[in-house]
Nanobody, 123 residues
């Protein structure tokens, strides 16, 4: 089973930036598509961004296009989410996910999930 650990969450002022990191276990990282998702209490989980195993294909949710960037460093076995121009509406628990199929990550049905990290944006 793939283990995922997120880090980098915290409290930030509106307009600020955070960089989330996700470190998966195993030596097959480069074969997995990865994604970032977020959820607030009482609401459904939303896709934030996804990236293919190669890193050549990316997908972004409409609300974060132009503000967030997903990237990966397969040599370091890490996927990142650079979050700029943060807004209070971005406040949520952010989850890292992985799956062999890019379509499943993009579709919010990945097989493996991290524990989540809280991001709070104050106004």
């Amino acid at each position: 089973q793939v283990q995922l650990v997120e880090s980098g969450g915290g409290l930030v002022q509106a307009g600020g930036s955070l960089r989330l990191s996700c470190a998966p276990s195993g030596r097959t990282f480069s074969t997995y598509a990865m994604g970032w998702f977020r959820q607030v209490p009482g609401k459904e989980r939303d896709v934030v961004a996804a990236i293919s195993g190669s890193g050549y294909s990316t997908y972004y949710g409409d609300s974060v296009k132009g503000r967030f960037t997903i990237s990966r460093d397969n040599a370091e076995n890490t996927v990142y989410l650079q979050m700029n121009s943060l807004e209070p509406e971005d406040t949520a628990v952010y989850y890292c996910a992985a799956d062999l199929r890019f379509s499943k990550v993009r579709g919010n049905t990945a097989d493996y999930w991290g524990q989540g990290t809280q991001v709070t944006v104050s106004s």
